[in-house]
């Protein structure tokens, strides 16, 4: 029996062009973020932790905030990717330790319609994270993508995931075949995980397309 692709897919540097979490400290956080960031990296911090203090540095009000995602830019060959994997019967889901306001705000912006998983910012007399889709065990990550990809996989799917940077690692570790670049490409190097390089969708299709023969995979 032929097996067919289920894409998993990161938000943050991946389909945008620019990572909207780091762009929005930048831009919204007071001094001391940076090294925050650094504790998050090094394991230290649990994106919930490493979240919120750096969200206790914002002082920017919700209609700025807002108005800010709405300036979203994204890799324009996700949109043509999108259509290709609909056409072959490729479902997608969009897997992000970010924020899915901004994320809604983008799909609604570009008329897509694609299940997504990601934290919430909430505002009450400052910003709070909620991570909705929390491993209560590990808590690692706000949202655990290796036990979303794997309540998600479809019998008889391959799991594909693409990604860009540290929260990334645990589901490409999971997945039967990784996309990588920057920071993911780097760690799946160090931890001996295949992986093919991607510099935007449309490296990824081609590859995809290369692979199908080899892979025994039906599409429509």
């Given at each position: 029996m032929n097996k067919k692709l289920m894409f998993f897919i990161d938000f943050d540097g991946t389909i945008s062009r620019e990572d909207m979490c780091c762009a929005m400290v930048t831009k919204f956080a007071r001094e001391g973020w940076e090294e925050i960031n650094l504790l998050w990296e090094a394991g230290c911090l649990s994106t919930e932790e490493c979240a919120q203090r750096t969200l206790d540095?914002?002082?920017v009000e919700p209609e700025e905030l807002d108005a800010f995602f709405g300036q979203v830019d994204i890799d324009n060959s996700f949109i043509d990717f999108v259509n290709w994997a609909e056409h072959q019967g490729y479902p997608i889901s969009i897997l992000s330790d970010g924020y899915d306001n901004y994320i809604k705000k983008v799909l609604t912006q570009y008329g897509l319609s694609i299940t997504y998983y990601a934290n919430h910012l909430e505002y009450e007399q400052g910003w709070r994270i909620k991570c909705?889709?929390?491993?209560?065990?590990?808590?690692?990550c706000g949202v655990c993508k290796?036990?979303?990809?794997q309540e998600l996989i479809q019998p008889g799917y391959?799991?594909?995931?693409?990604?860009d940077g540290y929260s990334d690692i645990c589901p490409a570790e999971s997945a039967d075949i990784?996309?990588?670049?920057?920071?993911?490409?780097?760690?799946c190097q160090e931890r001996g995980i295949t992986f093919y390089h991607y510099d935007c969708f449309y490296d990824v299709q081609r590859i995809v397309q290369e692979l199908v023969g080899t892979l025994n995979v039906s599409g429509d």
């Open positions: 540095l914002m002082t909705l889709h929390l491993d209560k065990e590990c808590k690692k290796t036990e979303l990809m391959l799991r594909i995931y693409i990604g990784v996309f990588a670049k920057d920071k993911l490409a780097h760690l």
